[in-house]
């Protein structure tokens, strides 16, 4: 992995998915788009090598993704063969960065001197794709990524509504945690709101597009000696197609 790539990790940016189809059917090819920069704004590709994709069907069955390099994203292409929701998920594995008095580098801290800080950095996507008329209503709360933005009634939304979203750590509701939302691809913040003790907030969709919901954690918990001092984890998902 290049530096100037954690960098941009660092430094703000996010991986999140888009997908061409915002209804699809049994047979459709629905091809996935996985994109690097802020706030929908590309700035950059995902490492292609860092990333593993699944698909999770209606029926909770797990099928590994093949990932290919667009012009400037990553792709994915399933053919769904069930009614339902269907989820794809993405792990992007940004790994350690370290700061020193000389600035910043790739690797653990064990590998420098004078180190002031080190995080482990890595990333989660999710996307849902609609397929047919019939089949499960309900979405299933897999894949179970570490950290994880639900929708808690999805369906399909229009402008004006709001969307309520619960943020789980390692499986527990995550209070206290800070959901930023982005629409239009401006870069900028669309809305920002706090969960609830229940790990849940409430956001309002005020304009028709495509939207993304994004939640940052940091757990020095999880840090390794000699290694790095916190997990630095991004968790985003997307909601396509808002009328």
Request: glycine residues 10%; charged residues 25%.
């Amino acid at each position: 992995m290049t530096r100037e790539k954690v960098q941009d990790i660092v430094r703000g940016h996010e991986i999140w998915l888009e997908h061409d189809k915002l209804h699809a059917h049994p047979g459709d090819m629905v091809e996935c788009k996985l994109f690097l920069g802020h706030n929908m704004v590309v700035d950059g590709m995902p490492d292609l090598k860092n990333v593993k994709a699944a698909l999770f069907d209606p029926e909770g069955q797990k099928q590994d993704l093949a990932v290919d390099a667009g012009d400037d994203c990553l792709i994915m292409r399933f053919d769904p063969v069930l009614d339902g929701y269907h989820s794809v998920a993405v792990e992007y594995d940004a790994g350690i960065y370290s700061v020193t008095d000389d600035g910043g580098h790739v690797g653990p801290k064990s590998d420098y001197e004078n180190v002031k800080s080190s995080g482990y950095y890595c990333q989660y996507a999710r996307l849902i794709v609609s397929v047919g008329h019939g089949g499960p209503k309900e979405l299933n709360l897999i894949p179970g990524h570490e950290l994880e933005i639900i929708p808690v009634d999805f369906r399909h939304y229009h402008a004006g509504e709001a969307i309520e979203l619960q943020v789980m750590y390692d499986g527990a509701a995550l209070a206290g945690a800070v959901i930023d939302a982005a629409s239009g691809g401006d870069g900028s913040d669309a809305a920002s709101e706090t969960t609830d003790s229940d790990g849940i907030a409430s956001i309002k969709l005020d304009k028709s597009g495509n939207w993304m919901f994004k939640v940052r954690h940091t757990d020095p918990d999880k840090g390794v000696e000699n290694r790095y001092d916190e997990k630095m984890i991004t968790a985003v998902l997307s909601v396509m197609g808002v009328h």
